[in-house]
């Protein structure tokens, strides 16, 4: 009995030992790759102070979801705090906050680059979906945040757990979107109106969610609790059946084909019922000009 003990005590040991080394080598790795610095000097596209330039600005801000991480007021908002998985929140972009020190320069750089003003990468900048921002919408949504009142409020500061380091180590979380943004891209300069090309210009921000093919599935790096992203193109398990007044009343409303409710915690219909009837029009355009692939098959 006492030899059994001794060696159940070993065991305990050798494992205690092993899971030390390896979270040790995942904080190493994963502060490494956070720590790295990129040499990024990116272009300004004008940014007008005219009244119309302003409000097309906020528009851009609520249709790609900058406040759902930012705040309504862009003062800044925690929206993940998981102990084990990370605490992340959007930083104060009033003039009362870190917005207030940052250049043109410095917010394009975050916004399209996923890079800080020190040149480390932005945990969580979601700038694949910003990368190809025309420089009409960037520049405009400059305009709009030189314009938001000075807000005074300071999320708490960002930290990754120890199952946020894992996962992003092991590729299931893009933690750092620096690291798979095409830094040496060039804007794209749609033409506003209701057409497929506008459209696939729109649907960068619904890559996040519904992957690159836009036929849904689980969302990486997301708890298995979380439900699937919806399939978006034309299959029978996703948009096959939906006219563009049903895409319309779930983008407005929340409320699927059949009457259905969205589980909007999720799906950011708090961006979307913003989005102008032309801005819809040319999403669903695109969407039944994709390929028909069944859901989450991408």
Request: glycine share 10%.
């Amino acid at each position: 009995m006492r030899r059994l003990v001794k060696w159940l005590v070993r065991i305990v040991v050798v494992v205690v030992v092993v899971v030390g080394v390896l979270l040790a080598a995942v904080y190493v790795l994963s502060e490494q790759r956070m720590a790295k610095v990129y040499a990024i000097e990116p272009a300004v596209p004008p940014v007008s102070s005219d009244p119309g330039a302003v409000e097309r600005g906020a528009h851009v801000a609520a249709i790609r979801g900058c406040r759902d991480c930012h705040g309504s007021d862009m003062g800044g908002a925690t929206f993940i705090d998981d102990p084990l998985f990370a605490r992340l929140s959007g930083p104060n972009l009033t003039p009362a906050g870190p917005g207030g020190k940052f250049s043109d320069m410095d917010l394009v750089r975050a916004i399209r680059h996923g890079v800080g003003k020190e040149g480390r990468p932005l945990l969580f900048m979601p700038s694949q979906e910003f990368s190809h921002l025309s420089d009409q919408d960037m520049g405009d949504l400059l305009a709009y945040l030189h314009s938001v009142p000075a807000v005074d409020k300071t999320p708490p500061a960002n930290r990754v757990g120890p199952i946020g380091r894992a996962l992003f180590v092991a590729g299931k979380v893009p933690l750092l979107p620096a690291e798979i943004v095409d830094h040496e891209a060039r804007p794209d300069q749609p033409v506003a109106g209701p057409t497929a090309a506008y459209g696939a210009y729109l649907s960068s921000a619904c890559v996040g969610c519904h992957g690159k093919g836009l036929s849904g599935g689980h969302i990486p790096g997301t708890p298995p609790s979380w439900p699937d992203a919806a399939n978006l193109t034309p299959h029978s398990s996703g948009l096959a059946d939906w006219s563009e007044a049903d895409f319309r009343t779930a983008l407005r409303e929340g409320i699927a084909r059949g009457g259905r409710k969205l589980q909007t915690q999720f799906m950011p219909v708090s961006a979307t019922k913003h989005m102008s009837d032309e801005e819809i029009s040319a999403l669903y355009a695109f969407l039944h000009s994709l390929p028909s692939k069944p859901h989450g098959q991408h």
